[in-house]
């Protein structure tokens, strides 16, 4: 009941074995129209805040319920609820530990006891889940710095990378210039050398052009006038054992010869005069 709540927070109990202070009190009231004792305490033992709530019976009134207590630096105003609300929404899996709703009232021992309970629960639970979140918090700044590394080297082994191409890129123009510069000297020369040789080579006139004409035309003649005198000299030779040799006209076979080199001498003159004219 409210004395003992008066009683347990006011530590006039010399077996209380409480050590924690107490920063703000006040009485809430729920949706449900449920009314509860709200204690707000620091632990000095290792500065952990803790949230006590306590409900109350239905027939006490809230002047019998309520000691309020005020620190130097907080006053009960709509703060306090606020407070309340941001410790809930940190801590909304801590189970709440309440006063019995029978009419008997505890001792207070019992209520000692369950209010030592609650806060042993509630300290445990509130420091396992800083040591979670402060692993948490170590696994992600490991994390981070490995990440950081790896990007590290990965921008320094690209940076690396990029030099070398720059550096190959610049040794491929240079070899481009030069090369250019050198097919450019190159081509140069050609040029001089092609109009020596344009200015070097003799151009033929018309009257050469035809004269080369016929004289590939007399070559023809003459080989074949040759072909045909060798033909003659075979047949001679095939036949100069034979009767038919011997009964032909001695004078027939001279007019053929003579006609052939009379032929061949007509030849020569045209070529010999074209050469001299030439």
């Known amino acids: 009941q409210s004395t003992h709540i008066q009683h347990l927070i006011t530590e006039t109990n010399s077996t209380c074995k409480i050590t924690n202070k107490i920063e703000q009190m006040g009485l809430i009231q729920t949706n449900n129209n449920e009314k509860y004792l709200t204690i707000i305490a620091k632990s000095q033992t290792n500065q952990k805040k803790e949230l006590i709530f306590v409900r109350l019976q239905p027939t006490e009134s809230i002047e019998n319920a309520l000691f309020l207590y005020k620190s130097e630096t907080s006053t009960f105003s709509s703060e306090f609820v606020d407070r309340i609300r941001s410790l809930l929404s940190r801590e909304q899996s801590i189970p709440f530990i309440t006063l019995s709703t029978s009419s008997i009232n505890i001792s207070d021992s019992d209520f000692e006891r369950n209010l030592l309970q609650f806060i042993k629960i509630l300290t445990e639970q509130y420091i396992d889940k800083q040591e979670n979140v402060r692993k948490e918090l170590e696994n992600k700044r490991v994390y981070l710095v490995d990440f950081q590394q790896t990007e590290f080297n990965q921008t320094r082994n690209l940076n690396e990378k990029f030099q070398l191409i720059q550096k190959r890129f610049q040794t491929l123009t240079e070899q481009y210039q030069q090369e250019y510069s050198r097919r450019k000297r190159l081509s140069s020369h050609v040029n001089d050398l092609l109009s020596v040789i344009e200015q070097s080579t003799p151009v033929l006139s018309d009257a050469e052009i035809?004269?080369?004409?016929?004289?590939?035309?007399?070559?023809?003649?003459?080989?074949?006038?040759?072909?045909?005198?060798?033909?003659?000299?075979?047949?001679?030779?095939?036949?100069?054992?034979?009767?038919?040799?011997?009964?032909?006209?001695?004078?027939?076979?001279q007019n053929v010869v003579q006609t052939h080199r009379n032929h061949i001498d007509q030849i020569r003159k045209q070529i010999q005069s074209v050469q001299t004219n030439t």
């Open 210 to 253: 035809r004269m080369e004409k016929q004289l590939e035309t007399y070559k023809m003649q003459i080989n074949c006038l040759k072909h045909n005198i060798q033909r003659v000299q075979q047949f001679i030779l095939s036949n100069q054992n034979q009767e038919l040799f011997d009964n032909l006209p001695m004078e027939n076979f």
